[in-house]
């Protein structure tokens, strides 16, 4: 009922920028909580950062001062503006979003992911 669809992953250069995007679409009444996460090969799916219904945000340490999370409530639509890449940032991007829908169900919906390479 509730579907996450990514988009904007590529290939940059180490200290390169690019911005993903997040649609949620489906029965929805409202977003609660949206987020991003990543996951690199061998390693645990970690937190980049979250920001609320509210607007307020969150952001893992190894982030902050780096990227950016915003969205666009009207088009249930999440960005992460990802500026002075490094060769760590480098993984899978899900994207996640706490749903509540239209006949009153909580969804906690992820994405498929999309890929982000930062390598010269």
């Known amino acids: 009922q509730v579907q996450v669809v990514e988009s904007g992953g590529g290939l940059v250069q180490p200290g390169g920028s690019l911005r993903l995007s997040c649609a949620a679409s489906?029965?929805?009444?409202?977003?609660?909580?949206m987020g991003w996460y990543r996951q690199a090969p061998g390693k645990k799916r970690e937190l980049v950062a979250t920001?609320?219904?509210?607007?307020?945000?969150n952001y893992a340490d190894s982030v902050k001062g780096r990227f950016t999370i915003s969205r666009d409530n009207a088009k249930n639509t999440m960005y992460l503006q990802m500026n002075s890449l490094k060769p760590e940032d480098a993984a899978v991007y899900y994207c996640?979003?706490?749903?509540?829908?239209?006949?009153?169900?909580?969804?906690?919906?992820w994405g498929q992911g999309t890929q982000v390479t930062v390598s010269s």
């Open positions: 489906g029965s929805i009444f409202s977003i609660n909580a």
């Open positions: 920001i609320l219904s509210g607007g307020s945000t």
């Open positions: 996640n979003v706490v749903v509540v829908t239209t006949v009153g169900r909580v969804f906690n919906s």
